[in-house]
């Protein structure tokens, strides 16, 4: 077993190092740095542009295979390198990351465990009215891009406001003014979070429930739910003890997956309510022509698809019996 | 819920056919015929059978037309409106929805109503395209890696593991800055989002080809002296083609909605080219200010891809005789 999993991680390490390899020559060759400092105002002479790329191990004059061994050698030490203009991208990501946390947690939780209720309770209904309205609404809330979902929560808010004269939906950034103490900061956190917290959850209820009520639909057909009927259990015992937990395991094998992606994958929301968080910066690094920057959210990215991975590993381990032997 | 490439309706109905395969509730293709105990009087050919099936499904119909009606507003809608997509029209900036503009008009004057047909144009267009190139890649991959096994096998997991790892997003945005403001077009982005979108279906195109490759008709072409790659595309492949066909209209919504989102962060199509993304990404920074730039392509491009989900949905009970969605087959 000790052995199956070091060969599967050393497989993964493999991969993740091709990957990132094959993404550092990509950026470095379709990247053009060079073009930010050819563009200020007053010019600057060639050479001295050439001695800041140099300095950053940006210059596109020196052989890429060249460029590709110096990142590597300060990789290993733990440093992915500056930016064309400086700023450091260990400092960057290190403090994106929790910002990312910070908005993407209560969102994905709220969006998995009600999402999954709701599944559940319409998988047991089917085709009654309660059913149908759900999946209706969970198709088209699926259907509908999350840039859509932001702005029109946004655009809500902010009449909400203007009809009550009131402050309360905020959405820029993470913080703003408030009043002094700790209570007021906690509130103001929440009043920031609030509406991308809805449109993260929104997306993950819709989502979820179809996956649940899917796969549920299944198991409560299944025989051995009849069976534990005809033993003596109750419908509601035999559904939540035998249909809903055999139905959980592919969920939580989604789950587990996508939740390590959600770091990055909140790009938009994070655009539209102006959070600093590791999507955004993933997209302003090929904007500004930041190959390191770019390189190290790929290796983040890809670290989080594998953990993903494994997660889901482990979470079939808890529910299924059959794994564990 | 990776917004990144808005593929979760795809991931998650690739993760459905798994787990039922593994709890062999979702029927593996049967030979196309019907079944032998059916009442003669009523026998159906398949394909009435699933015609049948699926006009039962009234969400699908419905998303047949509003489909239906999306393609012939984008290719005929340009008619509605004097206005090209790129022309402007002096001293009417940003003007209400009026009788000259139905749809309004932008910041730069350009009438949304145009840019909006344009757009849709546009997003039909990728969609369609990746969706036959990626599902015929994942159908070839995957049919040929389980047929085949072995190194073949080995190589394309392998493959498949290593573009699942890499985020998509990010390497189409840098290929598209590389190719700096002329090299927006579409096809680029066809042939991008493509490269990226056919791994998961691959997979279980994959699954779904192990379970059938020691069938006795593959067998018996195998001893007749049938060529591998023969038998691949005349009897592997034609018989998992339900799960293509619904593969294909999932890979549909996928397409838009990455091109969307390419778009809205400006490594998509390019100004002064037009798409829904584009369009989106101007009207949401005025939202409450001159909301209809942003609704019109909102609008359209939630229509599409409700379409396509309804569809793929009416498709797949429609193929997929065990599932319990579908009621009872007449």
């Not at chain 1, 809500?156 to 913080?175: C, P, V």
Request: aromatic letters at 12%.
């Amino acid at each position: 077993m000790a052995r199956f999993l070091a060969r599967r991680l050393l497989n993964y390490v493999v991969l993740l190092f091709v990957a990132v390899t094959a993404a550092y020559f990509l950026a470095a060759t379709q990247l053009h740095p060079r073009q930010l400092y050819e563009v200020s105002n007053p010019p600057i002479s060639e050479a001295s542009i050439n001695k800041s790329l140099d300095a950053y191990n940006l210059n596109d004059h020196e052989p890429v295979i060249d460029r590709y061994f110096d990142w590597l050698g300060d990789v290993v030490h733990g440093d992915w390198g500056n930016a064309p203009k400086g700023g450091s991208v260990n400092d960057e990501i290190s403090a994106r990351i929790w910002v990312s946390l910070r908005l993407v947690t209560i969102g994905s939780v709220f969006g998995v465990i009600l999402g999954v209720i709701l599944g559940a309770w319409t998988a047991t209904r089917q085709y009654k009215l309660s059913d149908r309205i759900t999946t209706f609404w969970s198709l088209i809330i699926i259907s509908t891009p999350i840039l859509v979902i932001a702005v029109v929560l946004k655009l809500l808010a902010t009449k909400f406001n203007q009809f009550f004269d009131s402050g309360f939906f905020e959405f820029t950034g993470e913080t703003g003014r408030h009043a002094p103490g700790r209570l007021n900061a906690w509130g103001d956190r929440f009043q920031h979070l609030l509406l991308p917290t809805v449109a993260l959850a929104l997306a993950g209820i819709a989502t979820y429930s179809r996956i649940q009520r899917n796969i549920m639909l299944d198991t409560l057909g299944a025989d051995y739910v009849r069976t534990a009927q005809a033993k003596g259990l109750t419908r509601r015992q035999a559904v939540f003890k035998h249909a809903l937990r055999t139905a959980l395991i592919p969920t939580g094998t989604y789950f587990a997956f996508t939740i390590a992606l959600l770091f990055i994958g909140a790009a938009i929301t994070e655009t539209i309510f102006s959070w600093r968080g590791m999507g955004v910066y993933g997209v302003s690094t090929i904007s500004g022509q930041d190959t390191n920057g770019v390189v190290a959210v790929v290796a983040f990215t890809g670290v989080c698809v594998l953990i993903g991975g494994f997660l889901s590993d482990v979470f079939v381990a808890i529910l299924d019996p059959r794994v564990r032997q | 819920m990776t917004e990144f490439v808005a593929s979760e309706a795809r991931l998650q109905a690739e993760m459905e056919a798994e787990s039922r395969l593994e709890a062999g509730t979702l029927q593996r293709p049967a030979d196309g015929a019907t079944p032998d105990d059916a009442d003669p009087a009523k026998r159906l050919s398949r394909k009435r059978l699933i015609f049948r099936r699926f006009k039962r499904n009234r969400s699908a119909v419905v998303g047949v037309f509003i489909y239906g009606f999306l393609i012939v507003f984008a290719f005929f809608g340009s008619h509605l409106t004097k206005w090209s997509y790129s022309e402007i029209h002096r001293r009417h900036y940003l003007e209400n929805p009026s009788w000259s503009h139905w749809f309004g008009t932008t910041q730069a004057g350009r009438d949304v109503l145009a840019m909006t047909v344009h757009g849709l144009q546009k997003s039909m267009l990728i969609g369609m395209a990746v969706a036959l190139f990626s599902t015929t890649i994942a159908a070839v991959v995957g049919s040929f890696a389980a047929y085949f096994g072995g190194f073949i096998e080995r190589t394309s997991l392998w493959v498949i593991d290593l573009l699942l790892v890499l985020p998509s997003f990010l390497l189409i945005a840098i290929v598209m800055t590389g190719r700096g403001a002329s090299g927006g077009g579409v096809w680029p982005l066809i042939i991008l989002i493509t490269l990226f979108n056919w791994m998961l279906s691959a997979r279980v195109v994959r699954s779904l080809t192990q379970s059938i490759k020691d069938r006795d008709y593959v067998r018996a072409a195998k001893y007749m002296g049938v060529r591998g790659p023969t038998i691949v595309f005349r009897h592997i492949i034609p018989n998992i083609s339900s799960l293509l066909i619904i593969d294909a209209t999932l890979n549909v919504a996928a397409a838009v909605l990455a091109e969307t989102t390419l778009s809205f962060f400006g490594f998509g199509i390019q100004s002064p080219d037009t798409s829904l993304g584009t369009l989106i990404a101007d009207g949401q920074t005025k939202v409450t200010t001159f909301p209809w730039i942003f609704a019109a392509p909102s609008v359209f491009l939630v229509l599409m891809v409700v379409a396509v989900n309804f569809i793929g949905d009416g498709l797949r009970d429609a193929l997929d005789p065990n599932s319990l969605a579908s009621g009872k087959a007449a």
